[in-house]
């Protein structure tokens, strides 16, 4: 199972990205999908995510009201639209796919990575 993230870039604090991620070699449909990022010096941390069937999407505080996570089965692809960036949102990006039972925010529990992508915010 491969995922590939792209989409991230230099934005100004205020802007919008969105982030996409398409996987291939799985049953898509199968996998919850989630967004983590990791900024230097930090862990990595838990941004969004979304289950297979789309009845559950969970966000960190700090992205909830201006990040929106979503997916499109038919195509295998997931997205994050970025809205009202801040500095403090600069990191790289990684899409991963859980396999479990449940939609989790816990990377341990993570059965895929893809690459990151990189954000960089302006202040």
């Known amino acids: 199972v491969q995922l590939q993230a792209s989409g991230g870039g230099l934005v100004q604090a205020g802007g919008s990205l969105r982030l996409s991620c398409v996987v291939s070699?799985?049953?898509?449909?199968?996998?919850?999908m989630n967004w983590f990022r990791q900024a230097p010096g930090k862990e990595r941390e838990f941004v969004a995510g979304?289950?297979?069937?789309?009845?559950?999407?969970y966000y960190a505080g700090p992205v909830k009201g201006r990040f929106t996570i979503s997916r499109i089965n038919t195509k295998n692809m997931v997205y994050l639209q970025m809205n009202n960036l801040i500095p403090e949102d600069a990191a790289v990006y990684y899409c991963?796919?859980?396999?479990?039972?449940?939609?989790?925010?816990?990377?341990?529990?993570?059965?895929?990575w893809g690459k990151g992508t990189q954000v960089t915010v302006s202040s």
């Open positions: 991963a796919a859980n396999r479990g039972p449940a939609l989790s925010t816990d990377y341990v529990d993570m059965d895929y």
């Open positions: 070699g799985g049953t898509f449909s199968r996998y919850h």
């Open positions: 979304r289950s297979w069937n789309a009845a559950n999407t």
